[in-house]
């Protein structure tokens, strides 16, 4: 690897560490790869279409990439649980959550 190989692998290096982006290895010859596509099949699953970037190797791949769990739920989906939940209250019921958040706030 010369010289400026080893300081753009620093620097991506760098950049990567602050920029939290992904990076990718060619599985082959271990250099940096670059996504030239990203075909998403599901809202959980995607393909990535990959090129080494050492033009002496030339390797092409695909990688996918998968959800594997929550870590902390979205507040999105806290949102519509609870418009979920209060959608189906009666009249009585709507007030008694409200009492029930009032004195929580309290
Ligand atoms: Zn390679």
């Not at 620097?11 to 940096?32: D, F, I």
């Not at 030339?58 to 939940?85: D, E, I, M, R, Y």
């Not at 189906?88 to 009032?102: G, I, M, R, T």
């Amino acid at each position: 690897m010369s010289k400026n190989n080893v300081k753009l692998k620093k620097l991506k290096t760098l950049w990567a560490e602050n920029m939290r982006v992904m990076q990718v290895t060619c599985p082959e010859c271990g250099s940096w790869a670059k996504i030239r596509k990203t075909n998403r099949k599901h809202r959980q699953l995607s393909d990535l279409y990959c090129a080494c970037d050492d033009l002496e190797c030339g390797h092409t791949f695909v990688l996918n990439v998968t959800f594997s769990h929550t870590l902390s739920p979205s507040a999105k989906s806290k949102k519509k649980l609870l418009q979920a939940a209060l959608k189906d209250l009666n009249p009585q019921q709507h007030q008694l959550a409200l009492d029930l958040l009032k004195s929580a706030t309290a």
